[in-house]
């Protein structure tokens, strides 16, 4: 479990500064650089677009395929503290760091 703060207040998951998610997808197989990440359960927040949870959870199970991360093994994520923020036009870890 990893502690996860998140800054991208657009998403509909978000909920004081955290994720009201169990658990997030991040996305990446090629990535060298934290931008080149990308948080898929984003969702963007709007009128048909309503939260399923609102409890922000300090902890949380992270699914990542950022294989090039220090962080990853077998596809999860080890990090004790994750950041994830805006990268571009989406959302993305800022905490990913190459091997
Ligand atoms: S720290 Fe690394 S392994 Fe963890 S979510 Fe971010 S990119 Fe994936």
Same mark, same amino acid.
Request: aromatic share 4%; hydrophobic share 30%; charged share 10%.
């Given at each position: 479990m990893t502690n996860l703060k998140c800054s991208?207040? #657009?998403?509909?998951?978000?909920s004081g500064d955290m994720c009201c998610k169990p658990n997030i997808k991040v996305d990446g197989p090629?990535?060298?650089?934290?931008?080149?990440?990308?948080?898929?359960s984003y969702a963007p927040k709007g009128a048909q677009n309503r939260a399923a949870c609102t409890t922000p959870n300090e902890k949380l199970e992270i699914a990542c #395929?950022?294989?090039?991360?220090?962080?990853?093994?077998n596809s999860k994520c080890l990090a004790t503290n994750v950041s994830i923020n805006t990268t571009g036009d989406t959302a993305g870890c800022s905490t990913f760091t190459k091997r």
């Open positions: 991208v207040h #657009s998403c509909m998951h978000h090629r990535a060298q650089t934290a931008n080149e990440t990308n948080c898929v #395929s950022a294989v090039e991360c220090v962080y990853n093994q």
